[in-house]
Structure formats: structure tokens, C-alpha cells
């Protein structure tokens, strides 16, 4: 059976007795298992990173660029390998993988132009014969700990930015598919960066603790669910350490009366089913704006619910696949119920699906729950899987209340014509990342992406221009060189005069 392990100074360690089972979602059947890694493995690649930080900080940024462009190209070729590692362990299917995979390239694409990105500030004459320059240096060793959803895009949306800043870096992926951390530290060696500049430890929470507890890990940059990230930026700031941690999401899109109806149904369909709904920027949430748009929305969204192709990621006609595990497939389906207990009318549901020759698989078919309230649990909750619910909004105010009262605040929507109503909407909403008929509106590499409120922990958005502040620590230099004038000694606070 596959072995994996973990990737420390280089070196590949396969032995160790705490172990978890690594599952195909697709069949149910065991795939592999994973080492699960502690203290001792995440000090041993703390080493591994410190031994590598003065060499690699030092290289000019435009030989890191160097690394970032050879990586690109090695993506590109391995493309195809990347997107099936992904599916293997994920269940998504291999269009939705590649795309995947794409946008984790913007982010290599963008850390290619650091030398650009690392350019300081210059300021000649401060005062008489003084000049101030501010350049922005790497913070040493720094941690990444990644969800299961997006095994290669969310470590690559850290990992590039994290070392084109001159840092090297501890990875503890999801133990749940962890075969894609080990493709990309295989693919980051390919494309030539030294041997321990980036570490992969395998692991749970234990792991996670040790990352948050080592005192020569300088930041960390989580992904995952919101109480685990509360946790996590709360442990790892005691330890005095750099954090951002994006948690969950509860997603939700307007629909307004004159919206395209044929244009939000197609909206709704791909962003609340693709990828089962495994999605941080999945709209969960439906919200129509009177009975009417309800009527005709739910109408349309009916059939289509129901007609979702489900299947295995080698299924080419698939437009979705399984959960990522029994547990949270059951989870899902209990929520289901729990929505039909508490007066909400399940439209389309998609409860005991099984496929012929798949039968051991996590399926669950696409469901729409209409009349859904505040206060009911399939609301309350973030669901995480294939999902739609439809919250009727009465006018366009109650709308944006539903939004606002919401905990989370990741990513919302609005679909309508009318160019009032848009700009009003994203001047006035509370949401990290807003789309106008865009349903997921995931900001490209060059941007940065984060939510609101319980969406994300700390100061700093993921990827693009905000990496590099999260990533960085500012240095203000003053000069001057002697004139052969000399001032005397100055009791009171420098000033210009
Ligand atoms: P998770 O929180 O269970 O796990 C994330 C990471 O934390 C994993 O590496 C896991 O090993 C570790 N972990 C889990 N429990 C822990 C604990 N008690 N203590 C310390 N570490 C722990 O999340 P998941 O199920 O892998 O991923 C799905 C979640 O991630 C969803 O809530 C989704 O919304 C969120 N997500 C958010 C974003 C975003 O950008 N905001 C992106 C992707 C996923």
C-alpha cells in the first residue's frame, strides 16, 4: 500500500508508527496511508529550513524568480499529473482539478515578478543632507497548514509568495489527501530550489500544535475551518508569531427581479454544485428578491438540480463527484433532515444516491431546500457540500440584512441589470470578496484574496499584493554622511529644521 511521508532537508522519511488511513472517495477503498508527524518531525524541519534560510534569503530575488519561472513550465507539463493527484484523494473531477491547478498558477506567476514587488521606497532630502530608503526583508521560517479542499491550489497560494520574500517554509497539508504537498515539493526540486528551502510534515493536530508552539517559526498562514482557525490564530499569536488564518464561509447571492434568470440559474448551478459544494467560495445561499423571482427561480433551478451528472473524476460527463469522506457525507445528509424538521421544503433531494460500480463511494446528489431561515441549522451552519438553499427576501433591504447579520463573510453576489443597484451593493455590503454577476468572485494571483469577519483571522488577505506584506518585515533606513559640518549635539527630537 502507497506510503506518505513526510519531506525534510530534502529527504524523504517513510518510517514512523502514527499513521492514518488515506481514502479513493470515489470507491470508498482505501489508497494509502499518511504518516502522522509531532513535535519531533516539525522541530527536525524547522532545522531543515534555518540550515537553508541564509542562502536562499541572500540569492538576488530575481534568481528566486528563477525557481518561480522554472516551476511554471513544470506545472504546465505535469498538468495532467497534478489534476489526477488532486482527484485521486479529493473526488473532484479532472476539469474542475486543471482548473484548480490554473489558478494556483496565477500565483506562481505573480511571484515570478518579485524582483518588481521587493523594489523599496526612496526618499532623497529628508532633511539637509539626510536620505531615507525602506526595503522590505523576509521573516525567516514560516508555516503553512492547508484544508483538503484545494490540496494543491491553497498551498501554492502561500508557498510561492512566502519564498520569492527570501523565507523558507514548513507545509502541513490536509491529512485527509495528502499526496499533492509531496507532488509539489517534487515539482518545486524539478524547477531547482535547494534542498530544504521548502519542508513537507505530515500530520493532524498534533503537528498543527507544534507548528504553532515552535518559537523559530516566524508566521503562520492558515486555510481551513472557522473554529480551527480561531484556534490557530489565537495559539500562534501568543507564541508571538505572524498570523493569518482564513476560516469558512457562508456564501450568499442576490438574485433581483430583473435579473437574466437563464444566466443566475446557469450562476447558481456551478457555483453551489461544482466541486460538491466543497468550495470556501461556493454560494450556499440563494437569495431572491421577491415571490416572484422565488417562483420562477426555483422553478427553473428544479430540473436541473435534479439532472446534475454525478460521477468518478475519470467520468468525463461529470459535472461533480463525491464528498471527501463518509463522516461528512453523513453530516450533510443529516443536515438535509434536519432543514425538512424545521420547516424548510426540500425541493430537490439528494439523499441516498448510489452509483452502479461505485457503490462504497461518499455520494450525495445535488439538493435544493426552499422557504430556508435564519435560525435553522441547514442556515446556521456552514454545509460544505452540494447544497443550494433558497432564503426568500421580501425587497432588496432584507436582503442585504440577511447578508450583513450573517457571521461569515467570505464571498456574496448580486445578479441584476441595474447598475444602481450593483454599486450601491458593493459599496455598501460587508463581504471580503464581492461579485456582480460573477458568481465566484476568487480575486486573480495579481489581487489578494480574503474575507470578513469569521471568514479570516488577522490583517492580511492570501496571495498577490498583501503576500508580500504578510510575508515581509518593513526596514527604514536614514542616512547621512559626514559633511565636515558639524551641528553639535541635539538634546531635542529630531525635526527637519
Ligand atoms: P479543517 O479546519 O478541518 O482543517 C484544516 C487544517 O487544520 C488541516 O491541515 C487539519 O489537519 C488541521 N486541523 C484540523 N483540526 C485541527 C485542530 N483541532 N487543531 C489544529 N489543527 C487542526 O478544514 P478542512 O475540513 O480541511 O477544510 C474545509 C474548511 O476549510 C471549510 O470550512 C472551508 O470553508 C475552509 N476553507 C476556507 C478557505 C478560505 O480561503 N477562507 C479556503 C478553503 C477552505
Redesign the pocket.
Given at each position: 500500500m502507497k506510503r506518505i511521508g513526510h519531506i525534510i532537508g530534502g529527504d524523504g522519511i517513510a518510517e514512523g508508527d502514527v499513521t492514518s488511513p488515506v481514502f479513493n472517495p470515489a470507491t470508498g477503498q482505501q489508497s494509502g496511508e499518511v504518516l502522522l508527524g509531532g513535535a519531533d518531525e516539525v522541530a527536525l524541519a524547522v532545522n531543515a529550513a534555518k540550515v537553508a534560510l541564509p542562502d536562499w534569503s541572500a540569492m538576488p530575488p530575481a534568481k528566486r524568480a528563477g525557481v518561480m519561472f522554472g516551476l511554471r513550465e513544470v506545472m504546465k507539463a505535469r498538468s495532467d499529473e497534478i489534476a489526477e493527484t488532486i482527484s485521486a484523494e479529493h473526488g473532484k473531477t479532472h476539469d474542475d482539478a486543471l482548473g484548480e491547478v490554473t489558478r494556483a498558477l496565477e500565483v506562481v506567476e505573480f511571484a515570478s515578478g518579485i524582483p518588481h514587488l521587493l523594489k523599496g521606497d526612496f526618499s532623497s532630502a529628508v532633511a539637509g543632507g539626510v536620505d531615507t530608503h525602506a526595503v522590505r526583508e523576509p521573516l525567516g521560517v514560516v508555516a503553512g497548514?492547508?484544508?483538503?479542499?484545494?490540496p494543491s491550489m491553497?498551498p501554492l497560494w502561500m508557498i510561492p509568495m512566502a519564498l520569492a520574500c527570501g523565507n523558507t517554509f514548513v507545509l502541513?497539508?490536509?491529512?485527509?489527501n495528502p499526496s499533492s504537498a509531496n507532488l509539489i515539493h517534487d515539482m518545486f526540486t524539478e524547477a531547482g530550489l535547494p534542498a530544504g528551502v521548502l519542508n513537507v510534515v505530515h500530520?493532524?493536530?498534533a503537528a498543527?500544535?507544534a507548528v504553532l508552539d515552535h518559537p523559530d517559526i516566524a508566521a503562520v498562514s492558515?486555510?481551513?475551518?472557522?473554529p480551527?482557525?480561531a484556534?490557530?490564530y489565537s495559539r500562534g499569536c501568543t507564541a508571538g508569531k505572524r498570523v493569518q488564518a482564513?476560516?469558512?464561509?457562508k456564501n450568499h447571492m442576490i438574485i433581483m427581479p430583473d435579473a437574466d434568470l437563464d444566466q443566475a440559474s446557469d450562476a447558481l448551478l456551478g457555483a453551489g454544485f461544482g466541486s460538491a459544494g466543497e468550495r470556501?467560495m461556493a454560494i450556499s445561499v440563494a437569495v431572491p428578491v421577491g415571490e416572484e423571482t422565488a417562483e420562477r427561480l426555483v422553478e427553473k433551478l428544479g430540473p436541473r438540480v435534479r439532472a446534475l451528472k454525478i460521477g468518478p473524476s475519470t467520468d468525463g460527463e461529470a459535472e461533480m463527484g463525491p464528498l471527501i469522506t463518509e463522516a461528512h457525507r453523513d453530516r450533510i445528509a443529516q443536515l438535509i433532515g434536519a432543514g425538512e424538521n424545521e420547516g424548510a421544503k426540500i425541493a430537490v433531494d439528494g439523499r441516498g444516491l448510489t452509483l452502479q460500480g461505485y457503490e462504497g463511494g461518499y455520494w450525495l446528489g445535488g439538493s435544493l431546500i426552499d422557504h430556508v431561515r435564519p435560525g435553522m441549522r441547514v442556515y446556521d451552519e456552514?454545509i460544505?457540500g452540494p447544497v443550494l438553499s433558497v432564503v426568500r427576501a421580501a425587497d432588496y433591504g432584507a436582503a442585504i440584512e440577511l447578508i450583513d447579520n450573517n457571521p461569515y463573510a467570505?464571498g456574496t453576489a448580486i445578479f441584476t441589470r441595474d447598475g444602481d443597484a450593483a454599486r450601491d451593493f458593493t459599496s455598501r455590503i460587508k463581504v471580503g470578496m464581492v461579485g456582480v454577476n460573477v458568481p465566484i468572485p476568487v480575486p486573480v494571483g495579481y489581487h489578494s484574496?480574503g474575507?470578513w469577519k469569521q471568514?479570516?483571522f488577522g490583517g492580511h488577505g492570501?496571495y498577490g499584493p498583501e503576500a508580500i506584506h504578510f510575508y515581509t518585515r518593513l526596514k527604514t533606513v536614514t542616512t547621512r554622511w559626514p559633511t565636515g559640518i558639524r551641528a553639535g549635539a541635539e538634546f531635542k527630537f529630531p525635526t527637519m529644521n
Open positions: 497548514v492547508t484544508p483538503f479542499n484545494f491553497v502541513k497539508p490536509s491529512e485527509k500530520g493532524a493536530k498543527v500544535d492558515f486555510v481551513g475551518s472557522t480551527v482557525a484556534y490557530v482564513l476560516g469558512g464561509a470556501c456552514e460544505f467570505n484574496f474575507g471568514s479570516i492570501i
